[in-house]
């Protein structure tokens, strides 16, 4: 779908006096001119060329003129589409009469709407800038500079609207998402299983220092007892040496 054509071809070059001492830059300034522009002889526009061949030995000079006049030959690489050939060319824009699309990078071609087709099935086709279209050459033209035009048809494929892509981008995102919402409820399940752990743990920990503090003040109030009953018998003891005194007095 390219419509490139490789082949040689012959070319008249006139030099310049000023590329007498570098034919070959002269050579190749007249050729890079022809460049991007419709030329009837190639049938097409060229893009490039390689391997330059000058025809003959010597160049020939018209009534007196500086000009040389060579006969070239080179491989030239030609875009050449033809009436109801196909190309494929990327969007760069879509308006509700016609969408244009960039060929090569370099050429410009418009695909007007359909004129049994409405508007809204023109806009169901969901075409977008940037996306590749398949179309056929209907008309090609040129203007007095060398810019060449297309006009083109939509397929039988293109015409086709893209909701069975969309359905299936759909369903697929719906499958992934309940894969999603499947795994977070098992990572869920499994981190509660997981924080139960520490905190059994915490709860014996807690008990276990309970009974420790329940141990402690038990063992804190015989101590007091204890202390307590000591104090009674230190008191009865110094009344008993005090009472002996008071007697003998």
Not at 29 to 53: F, K, M
Not at 80 to 90: A, C, D
Not at 105 to 132: R, T, Y
Not at 149 to 163: A, D, V, W, Y
Request: glycine share 10%.
């Amino acid at each position: 779908y390219s419509c490139l054509v490789v082949a040689p071809h012959r070319r008249h070059v006139a030099l310049a006096p000023r590329y007498l001492g570098r034919k070959r830059s002269g050579i190749r300034a007249q050729l890079d001119a022809e460049l991007l522009r419709y030329s009837e002889s190639l049938q097409g526009v060229p893009l490039a060329y390689d391997n330059i061949r000058v025809v003959g030995e010597l160049g020939d000079i018209y009534d007196d003129q500086g000009f040389v006049h060579l006969n070239v030959e080179a491989d030239f690489v030609i875009f050449s589409p033809k009436k109801g050939k196909k190309l494929v060319g990327v969007i760069n824009k879509v308006a509700p009469s016609h969408i244009g699309c960039l060929i090569h990078g370099c050429f410009n071609a418009s695909i007007p709407k359909p004129e049994q087709m409405s508007i809204v099935q023109w806009q169901e086709l969901g075409l977008k800038i940037g996306d590749e279209l398949k179309f056929q050459v209907l008309h090609l033209d040129s203007d007095a500079a060398g810019v060449f035009f297309i006009r083109g048809g939509l397929t039988k494929r293109s015409m086709q609207p893209k909701q069975s892509e969309s359905v299936t981008d759909s369903t697929n995102g719906d499958e992934i998402q309940k894969l999603d919402h499947q795994e977070n409820d098992l990572n869920d399940s499994g981190g509660d299983n997981v924080t139960e752990e520490p905190l059994g743990e915490t709860g014996n920990t807690g008990r276990e220092n309970g009974e420790e503090q329940s141990v402690d003040a038990v063992n804190g109030l015989c101590d007091d007892k204890n202390k307590k009953k000591k104090k009674k018998k230190h008191r009865q003891e110094q009344q008993e040496h005090v009472l002996p005194t008071s007697d003998s007095t």
